[in-house]
Structures are given as C-alpha cells and as structure tokens.
C-alpha cells in the first residue's frame, strides 16, 4: 500500500484520510511481520504529528482556526477518534502521546459556549465505555485514563459513566496489582464521585445501598494504598455539604460507625488520621447525634459496661459528642483520643 505523505501536504482532510488508511493497515498486518509494521506505525507517527501541527500549531505558528474546524469537522465525519482509541496498543511510544494530546484539545475545543466534541462523545458514548476498559490493558491505562478525566470534566459525559454499569469497573481498577494503573484509576474514580457536586449527590443517594457495600471493600483492602485513598476519600464525600442525605445515612448505620473505630485502631497512623476525620460531620444536627446515639450502636460500641467514660471522636460543628454507658450528651470541643474499646473487633 503506498504512503503518499510530503512535508508540503497540510491539508486536513487528506491527513486525516491518510491516517485512518495507515491505522487500518496497521491492524490488519502480523505482528510477526516486523518490518512492514515498523514502516506502517512510523507513517503512523508522521501523520499524528501533522495533526497536531494543524491542531496546537508550532513553537512559532498559532494554528489556524479554518485549519482546526475543518481538522475537527473530519474527524467526526470519520469516527477516527474511536479508530484511533480502538488501535492505540498499536501505535508506538510517541504516537500514544501524540493522540492523548489531539484528543485533549480537541475536547476543549469550544465554539462560543458549545463544545462540539462534547456533543460528538455523548452521541458516541462507546468512546467513553473504550476508554474506561483501558485499564484492562497495561501499555495504554496510562493513556486512556488521561483521556477519560479530561471527558469527566465535562458533566454530560461524566454522568454517562457514573450511571452506567461500567462505573463498578472502578472498584476492581483502584484493586489492580499495578501501582501506576490503580493509582491513575483512582483518580478517575475520584474525579467522578467529586467534581460535579449536585450530579454525584443525586447517583450516591439514588444508588447508596450498592456503592457504599462495594466501598467498604476498599476499606478493607489489603493494599495500603488503596485503603488509605479510599478512606480519605469517604472522609470528602461525607464532609461536603451536597452530600448531607447521604452523610447521614451513613453515620446512622450502627456498622460504619464500628468499621471507622477499628480503622481508628490500625496500626498505621495515617490510616488512624484519615479515619479520625471521617467523623468530623459538620452539619449534623444535635437531634440526628442523640437518636444516632441511642441506637443499639452504643451497646455495640460499648461491650464492657463497666467502663465509666468512653470518649468517641465524633465531631459535629462546635459541639463534641460524647458517650456515656449512661447515655449521649453534648459537649464543648475537647481533644478526645481515649479509643481503647475492649472487645471491638
């Protein structure tokens, strides 16, 4: 198959056509037939450079606005995002680099206050399901993650992975053997449940029952790591005020409550320091702590009755809550870490 590709040739539709042949090449070829794939994937390359040429100019050119509609308009019209996204193991160091940076651009592309491509994705949202499994390969994860949170910036593509199936992805992806990939996949996961406050609130109240049973296995993780993140995490969505039906639901559950004092028990400190602030629920109403408190959870918290003062490091605005085997009262801010509680575990 022939290559026609000068430095002379600039316009975008015969570069874009030129890379969706190149691509298509590319994935019909062995990979044993090393020669003729190293040829195919360095046209590869030349090609992205050039549109990233057209698209982000050069260190002494701004890119030409005709040149980028037009740039962009072909795109859609060829579906060579998805091409690109479907072939990305395929295409070698640089150029993996070079289409995370094309298709960043190309989504903040704005057009007074639309975002063709924003509109492109929601109409394709196979693009972001692609990207999400991404993480199931290791030479792109790193990619395709980058080119994920730069969708979720944007709140229609966000609340199409949030509500999907594929969201639950997330709690196996944050688990994987390999740090960078959970650790990118945890900013992901992140990303979603934070950046678009009344979005998030509206999916963890709507699904609480089934995000928070796959969240605590994250508590429970045997990577420190993820534990660690996770717990912060939980610490966040509690604490912000969008979350507050959410949050105090989560405080009233005899359960959680016990599962943060045995956090609070780690052996590790900063497991201990990010459990702490879980509790510092800050809106909470004197009314919701006492009826909080005289559930059976204080007969679950509290075992050995003999114990003439427990101290629980629940905070709740200016006030500190207090338990007594005798019952709640409220209290001035105190520093309180008195957190042996025989027979907890």
Known sequence: MPFPFGKSQKNPAEIVKNLK????????????????????AEEVSKNLASLKEVLCGTGDKEPQTEAVAQLAQELYNTNLLITLIANLQRIDFEGKKDVVQLFSNIVRRQIGTRT????????HSQILFMLLKGYETADVALNCGMMLRECLRHEPLARTVLFSEDFYCFFRYVELSTFDIASDAFASFKDLLTRHKIMCADFLETNYDRVFTEYEKLLHSDNYVT?????????????????????TKYISRAENLKLMMNLLRDNSRN???????VFKFTEVPTQDLQSCATTP????????RSASLLHLSLQAGHNCFVLYPDGPRLRPPLLLCSLQLPGLV
């Open 21 to 40: 042949e190149n691509v298509a090449c590319l994935e019909k070829l062995e990979a044993s037939d090393n020669k003729k794939c190293e040829k195919v």
């Open 227 to 247: 534990k660690r993140q996770s717990l912060k995490l939980l610490g966040e969505l509690l604490l912000d005020r969008h979350n507050f039906t959410v949050m």
């Open 297 to 304: 959870m204080v007969l679950l918290l509290l075992p050995q």
């Open 116 to 123: 063709p491509t924003v509109e492109y994705i929601s109409s």
């Open 271 to 277: 497991i201990q320091f990010e459990a702490f602030h």
